[in-house]
């Protein structure tokens, strides 16, 4: 892994402003008016150039402390330009104007140039005009016309370097005061390229042999200089991504390379590029978005064979192939990753003068692969060959981990000596690592070993342990903090199912599978129970992000009156307040966030009297169902269900299920539906029972398992607030019933449209309201950039996705552009008790990444509601209104019995005409 990485910032968390207003139901407003409009004419003049210049020879310094490019003769250089008048712009070299090559990146304001350079030595600077601006200079010297002393600094250093590099490769930490001393002597001496080269092969090799990748952060935190020019921010910040990997700090790693491919992308380098967008990929696949590393896999290998670095398109080609092995992994598989892997090897063999430092991961890759495939003679002879080459202290724990199934999974005669001495090695390994996860999957390793010995008792302590380990080493796992997602750790919790299952301790059982749904929902609440202090300081990055995306969403909505220059003004700060936030909520969620772990049982909600708890969970390849009521718990698996659990109404579930359930469901007055992993997409409540959809015969609900919030909730208001989407047909007169309903029983209603049209407005309302009821449209961020008139660069196209992936609506509409999105949702100081969100798949839950799978259902549950009304899917707008209808029509509102509200609910909607298997579409979820 020699150079990594790209990505987009972890879970921007935004918030809204603590004041509410008075609540006025009936008032009319005046019109609502950007504040950045009525200062339109007094607005300040447009900022000088951004310019960002990459493909020097090397880079040195002035006298005066400014970089200059050292050229030669004949090349290009490029430029990238950003200014509300771009396309103003004037090159010069030497006060003569040039024509350059220009060219636009969709996803990034401004304008890249490829600038020719003369073929003599001639230049001395090269000028970036606009008119009425201030120009922006870069000094020009030619490489043939560099002075002796620095010819001999640069032939020095060199010399130093590479035998700080042989220190650096065997361990020698010792070294490392020499190498600062000798890096800042190089700065001093006007070198600037040469030294922050140095720095990051040191960096590299830090996390080789040494295992010492902290040591490579501080380094590269350590030079600022390392930020003076375009390409040293991109190095330095994949390279800084490299040692944030190793660690297993994902969030981290992924800001860190997100910025370095931007930089890399405007500056058009391929190998940079290739460096990042590999790695991009690959801690996508880490954190569960699947879909984006299988896409950025793809650009990636439509650049690979443009690169004349044999060494380079190995490396590529390796970690393309473990970002497929993770997808196949996970169960979402795109190419083989076979293929990669051998097509690495191949490339190497055809260049055995090369050096391939990444020949090991491919062999461990196809270890891993063969495991996968249950082939462990063919895994034990890929390991065989990985002992020809060097391996890091992050690969050593997963060769021995390999070994150790292999040898447990292989047929015929097995050696306990052999598989004892392996785990002893794995052991050692991971204790050595760096990655937490090493040690998780150490633990994971001895609980397979004593299982195989037959000491339940044993492998159930070892399986507790690895449990433990995921709570105390990923503070916040769904945020990929200090490792990938839950997903990646299910193993240890199914496992310990097993074994008491084994053990015939199914109540034991039950507690496991609810304590792993709670951790994989953690986000939900973790920011409700953030530290005050913590939460205020989050509070300041909010509110600066959301002045400038209100003042770009002002423009949006008002196009006609304000300038193309405005808007470019007014996006980029708000993108710019957007990187801020990025990067210090990831790190205070990640460090200060109020996540303790799984809660204890006694703390989820208990089973009310005469409730069923039915508990569906995916159990290796099986389907486990726990069933627990007045007759105690129980039991039973829906084998190879792997297919089954693809759809939400599989046909042979209906019958095995229900047939299982008959008698105790007679018995039961409600059901609570505990589905995790993807057995959440079940839906449970549309199987047909005695005629009709379940949840038509009897109150069901869906519980998170989520605990109770640290904070009192508020004293009931009697009053409800119901917005209806001005963009949605029919969500007018379904608001305009729901309204006159509840206002016939008494409640007190505030009808929200057209007077909000903000998100932080309709949360300041949401703080003194019992009931929100939401009709209209629900859709990802992605698709809310390109409004009319918005440039297409404000388009959000740098995943981690804020929220969700990109195939799940994450936001509210609110009208012509202001949406609210679940961060504002998280973060919110107080919701309403019951919530009805009637649009599209406002309850999907994706288990693969919870940080980017939590639907607006569960973000509302996790800021303090006790009920919410979603669908789960897109559903027909007639028959959302006729629901959204049916649940003020058929019956008072209880808000004690969600479940019984649905109930009538549905059974008043098809009897007017709604297809009893679009019940499927709507759920209620509680805590």
Not at 23 to 44: G, H, N, Q, T
Not at 57 to 73: D, H, Q
Not at 451 to 457: A, F, I, R, V
Not at 844 to 860: E, M, T, V, W, Y
């Amino acid at each position: 892994m020699a150079r990594i990485v790209i990505c987009g910032a972890l879970i921007a968390t935004w918030l809204q402003p603590t004041e509410p207003p008075p609540l006025e139901p009936d008032d009319e407003r005046p019109p609502y008016v950007p504040a950045v409009l009525e200062s339109a004419a007094a607005s300040p003049p447009s900022p000088p150039p951004e310019v960002e210049h990459g493909r020097c020879e090397t880079m040195l310094t002035t006298k005066e402390g400014a970089p200059e490019c050292i050229y030669r003769p004949g090349s290009e250089l490029r430029l990238w330009v950003v200014h509300p008048r771009v396309d103003q712009v004037v090159i010069e070299i030497d006060g003569r104007a040039v024509v350059a090559r220009s060219s636009r990146q969709e996803e990034e304001p401004g304008l890249g140039f490829d600038v020719p350079l003369p073929a003599d030595s001639s230049a001395r600077a090269l000028t970036v005009r606009i008119p009425d601006e201030d120009p922006w200079v870069l000094p020009l010297r030619s490489i043939d016309r560099l002075g002796t002393d620095e010819a001999a600094a640069r032939e020095r250093l060199r010399g130093e370097g590479q035998r700080l590099e042989v220190h650096a490769i065997k361990g020698h930490l010792d070294a490392m005061p020499y190498l600062y001393r000798t890096v800042d002597r190089a700065f001093s001496r006007g070198l600037l390229h040469d030294p922050i080269v140095e720095v990051l092969v040191a960096s590299y090799h830090l996390g080789g042999h040494p295992g010492r990748p902290d040591l490579a952060v501080e380094l590269i935190d350590a030079l600022p200089e390392l930020e003076r020019y375009p390409w040293g921010r991109a190095a330095a910040s994949i390279y800084r991504g490299n040692a944030l990997y190793q660690q297993d700090r994902l969030a981290e790693a992924a800001i860190a390379y997100r910025v370095g491919a931007r930089y890399a992308s405007r500056m058009d380098d391929l190998g940079l590029k290739l460096d990042s967008w590999t790695m991009y990929a690959r801690v996508l696949a880490e954190l569960g978005y699947f879909e984006a590393a299988a896409r950025w896999s793809a650009r990636v290998g439509d650049l690979v064979d443009r690169h004349e670095g044999i060494a380079l398109q190995v490396e590529v080609l390796t970690t393309m192939g473990w970002t497929h092995l993770r997808l196949r992994e996970a169960g979402h598989p795109h190419a083989d990753p076979g293929q990669l892997f051998r097509a690495a090897l191949a490339l190497a063999a055809e260049h055995p003068d090369e050096d391939h430092g990444e020949l090991a991961g491919a062999e461990l890759g196809l270890a891993k692969l063969a495991q996968l495939d249950g082939a462990p003679a063919r895994a034990l002879a890929h390991l065989e060959r990985l002992e020809d080459y060097p391996k890091t202290p992050r690969e050593l724990p997963e060769v021995h981990e390999l070994r150790l199934r292999s040898l447990l999974a292989a047929r015929g005669p097995r050696s306990a000596a052999e598989i004892g001495a392996t785990l002893t090695e794995l052991e050692e390994a991971a204790r050595l690592a760096v990655s937490p996860t090493a040690r998780w999957r150490a633990t994971l390793a001895r609980g397979l070993v004593r299982q195989w010995e037959g000491d339940l008792p044993g492998a159930q302590a070892a399986y507790e342990h690895a449990e433990a380990l995921i709570d105390s080493l990923l503070p916040l796992a769904q945020l990929g903090a200090s490792g990938s997602g839950p997903w990646a750790f299910r193993e240890s919790t199914d496992r310990l199912i097993t074994v008491l299952l084994e053990q015939d301790r199914p109540d034991e059982a039950l507690c496991v599978a609810r304590q792993a749904q709670a951790r994989t929902a953690a986000l939900t609440f973790s920011l409700a129970r953030m530290d005050p202090r913590a939460r205020e300081s989050l509070q300041v990055e909010v509110d600066s992000y959301l002045r400038a995306l209100s003042r770009y969403e002002g423009l949006l909505r008002w196009h006609a009156e304000s300038s193309a220059e405005a808007d470019e003004r007014a996006l980029r700060e708000a993108v710019r307040q957007r990187e801020a936030l990025d990067t210090f909520a990831t790190e205070i969620l990640s460090s200060r966030a109020a996540y303790r772990g799984r809660p204890p049982c006694e703390e989820l909600r208990a089973r009310q009297p005469g409730e069923l708890l039915l508990a569906l969970t995916p159990h290796h390849d099986d389907l486990l169902v726990l069933v627990a009521d007045a007759r105690g718990t129980t039991w039973q698996t829906l084998g190879e269900s792997a297919a089954l659990l693809e759809n939400e109404l599989p046909p042979e579930l209906e019958a095995w299920l229900l047939g299982l359930l008959e008698d105790r469901l007679g018995e039961a007055r409600s059901v609570r539906v505990l589905a995790s992993d993807r057995a959440a997409r079940l839906a449970v409540h549309a199987l047909t029972w005695r005629g009709e959809p379940l949840a038509a015969r009897i109150p069901l609900v869906y519980g998170l398992d989520l605990p109770p919030l640290l904070r009192e909730p508020p004293s009931p208001s009697g009053t409800a607030l119901v917005f209806a989407d001005p963009l949605a047909s029919g969500a007018g007169s379904e608001a305009d019933f729901v309204v006159d309903t509840l206002r016939a029983e008494g409640t007190k209603v505030l009808r929200g449209d057209p007077m909000i049209d903000s998100a932080p407005e309709l949360l300041r309302w949401l703080e003194g309201v019992d009931l929100f009821h939401y009709a209209g449209h629900a859709s990802h961020p992605s698709d809310l950039w390109v409004s009319s008139g918005a440039p297409s660069t404000a388009r959000v196209l740098w995943p981690p996705y804020p929220g969700g992936f990109a195939t799940e609506p994450t936001t509210l509409s609110l009208g012509e552009s202001a949406h609210l999105g679940i961060q504002e949702v998280l973060m919110a100081p107080r919701v309403p008790r019951t919530v009805v969100l009637m649009a599209c798949a406002t309850g999907a839950f994706d288990p693969r990444s919870p940080h980017g799978g939590i639907s607006l259902a569960a973000a509302f549950l996790g800021a303090g509601a006790e009920a919410v009304v979603a669908t789960t899917r897109s559903v027909n707008g007639g028959d959302a209104s006729l629901v959204g209808t049916a649940l003020y029509a058929a019956a008072p509102r209880d808000a004690d019995d969600p479940g019984a509200w649905l109930m009538h609910g549905l059974r008043w909607a098809m009897q007017r005409g709604l297809p009893p298997e679009e019940t499927a579409s709507y759920r209620v979820l509680v805590p």
